[in-house]
């Protein structure tokens, strides 16, 4: 089992975290008016991120798991 982390993914949450660290002062000044927090949302989406890095690396486990123990994964294909 090989995983490798996107490059585009990387990029996007690195973008994400440099985008929600220079609007931070604008955002908290304005959040009034929009009758929205959107340093919320940017959090929302940074535990998204998160969330999906976490059930990525326990599928992998789960997946080694069965593989270890001579079961099949049907996400791997068996080679002659």
């Known amino acids: 089992l090989k995983a490798q982390a996107s490059p585009i993914g990387v990029l996007i949450i ?8 220079a609007s931070q002062g604008y955002l908290e000044d304005h959040a009034a008016d929009w009758h ?4 919320a949302i940017f959090e929302a989406f940074m535990l998204f991120a998160a969330g999906m890095v ?16 001579g079961e099949t994964d049907p996400h791997v294909e068996v080679e002659a």
């Open 14 to 21: 690195v973008g994400v975290l440099i985008l929600r660290r």
């Open 36 to 39: 929205v927090n959107p340093l």
């Open 54 to 69: 976490v059930f990525q690396r326990v599928e992998m486990w789960i997946r080694a798991n069965r593989i270890r123990h």
